[in-house]
């Protein structure tokens, strides 16, 4: 082994190490609530980044530019301060939740504001927009004597804004959000990390190009049924469009269609995973934790919209691929149905019949049927690949038998700690919204324009929320519309 392959070896076992306690923790929560939701986000939220640190030093995507010594070291300054942030945080919860409540110390301030700072080095890397947007709200926080008309305010000092973004857990990077990623969220990424783990997803795929190859013309409609498949257990658009587009974009290109197209196909196809049910886009959760409601209530409600987005997609992929019949050769990307492909669909659809079925029949809380989903799949696929595993290569190899309980667990913990983080970093912007007063302000606008007219209200709030959403996400875009 080379020596710079070692460091990176190093990182990928830390990783997978600190991955497996996240996972194990977490499940220890879904079963016994032990400590409640704070505690859990005090405890996680640094070991979140810690997963993060680890696994941009081993994909050397933690800061290319420096040396690999450089990028070690600071790696090392991370995992030191996240675990010392954890332990702390842990060990004093009850005492800053309850006896200095109001009145932090000096070293609750600081040990919350390393990893508020943490964060929006998070929000630095991967989210550029709303790093600029938080950096934006605190100032305007500290220094609102400075604007004028409606949205001026006498200031508030720097203590009581690290406070509000680290250690008050009702705005802080520990509050609301990040607890809602770790375990609602959660719970549904465990399924979702055993489906991609035993190759249900792939098996999706192929089905849908197995039914799509059969003409020509309907080509382009595999990455909509790929699409459509997916979404029912992703609800991310951009992890659809990775998973079904290296799949379908190059056969579409391979066909005929220009790369304009092939790519414009799967990007609709994949952003419809926001609308599928049963596991919806993160911003379906937001919603049913900001109204007070059951997360099904939101996914009872979604299944008329989606139906009606894939549908329009279907039409629009159909008029699309009729242009370029004529030019469009029999590229097939189907490939045969194996017995394991079979075994996977079954799962598939067990887990999608079995939220629906626990949510809606039984009332069972969806945190709870998600897990309940993710043993009764996990375990027969777990039998079936040993046995079908042994029975190819009549070896008890285990790298080969660890490889998907490897992938599950390596999943779990990248999709979550993206979630976790990303909702702690727009916990910070909620918090510059709660403490400033913003939301009541722009209440004050809407309700004045409700005095002229409600239709004039209602156009007021979708164009605040259009524009918003040109520049974000839909989850910090549904924040901030929710808010105000």
């Not at 995992?79 to 006896?99: K, P, R």
């Not at 947007?133 to 690290?162: A, D, E, Q, S």
């Not at 959760?285 to 409600?301: C, I, N, P, T």
Request: proline fraction near 5%; charge should be positive.
């Amino acid at each position: 082994m080379s020596a710079p392959a070692k460091p990176a070896r190093a990182a990928e076992i830390l990783y997978l190490l600190v991955a497996a306690f996240f996972l194990v923790y977490l499940l220890r929560y879904y079963l016994t609530g032990l400590g409640g939701p704070t505690l859990l986000a005090m405890t996680l939220v640094p070991v979140a980044f810690i997963l993060f640190t680890l696994d941009s030093l081993r994909t050397n995507a933690l800061y290319p530019r420096l040396g690999p010594l450089a990028n070690q070291v600071i790696a090392g300054v991370y995992v030191a301060v996240c675990l010392v942030v954890a332990v702390y945080m842990t060990v004093e919860y009850e005492a800053i939740g309850t006896v200095r409540a109001g009145i932090f110390s000096w070293t609750d301030l600081v040990i919350g504001t390393l990893m508020v700072a943490l964060v929006m080095e998070y929000a630095r890397k991967k989210y550029f927009a709303l790093f600029v947007l938080n950096v934006l709200l605190i100032l305007y926080t500290v220094y609102g004597w400075l604007v004028p008309g409606l949205f001026g305010h006498p200031g508030l000092g720097w203590t009581r804004v690290l406070s509000a973004m680290s250690v008050e857990m009702a705005t802080g990077v520990f509050s609301r959000l990040p607890q809602l990623a770790l375990t609602l969220i959660g719970s549904f990424m465990l399924v979702l990390s055993a489906l991609r783990a035993f190759g249900c997803v792939d098996s999706i795929l192929k089905a849908a190009s197995r039914v799509a190859a059969r003409s020509p013309h309907a080509l382009p409609q595999a990455a909509v049924l790929g699409s459509f498949g997916v979404g029912m257990v992703s609800g991310s658009g951009a992890a659809n469009a990775a998973t079904t587009g290296s799949a379908t974009i190059p056969a579409m290109i391979a066909s005929g269609l220009p790369r304009v197209n092939a790519a414009a196909i799967e990007t609709a196809s994949s952003l419809g995973d926001q609308l599928m049910p049963p596991v919806m886009g993160i911003s379906a959760f937001l919603m049913a934790d900001f109204l007070g409601r059951s997360y099904f209530d939101v996914v009872a409600r979604g299944y008329a919209p989606a139906l009606i987005y894939y549908a329009g997609v279907t039409v629009s992929v159909y008029l699309v691929a009729g242009r370029y019949r004529a030019r469009t050769g029999a590229v097939s990307l189907a490939e045969r149905i194996s017995f394991s492909d079979g075994i996977n669909l079954l799962a598939y659809l067990a887990v999608v019949a079995g939220l629906v079925v626990l949510m809606a029949v039984t009332g069972l809380p969806a945190m709870l049927a998600a897990l309940r989903v993710f043993g009764w799949v996990t375990v027969p696929l777990s039998v079936i690949f040993v046995v079908t595993t042994y029975r190819t290569y009549r070896s008890w190899d285990l790298r080969r038998l660890a490889a998907p309980f490897r992938e599950l667990v390596d999943g779990f913990a990248a999709m979550t700690t993206e979630l976790t983080l990303l909702l702690a970093t727009l916990s910070v912007m909620t918090g510059a919204f709660v403490i400033t007063g913003i939301p009541t302000k722009v209440g004050f606008i809407m309700m004045e324009a409700a005095g002229v007219n409600l239709v004039a209200m209602i156009l007021v709030a979708f164009v605040f929320g259009a524009i918003v959403g040109t520049g974000l996400p839909p989850a910090p875009t549904y924040i901030i519309t929710a808010l105000v």
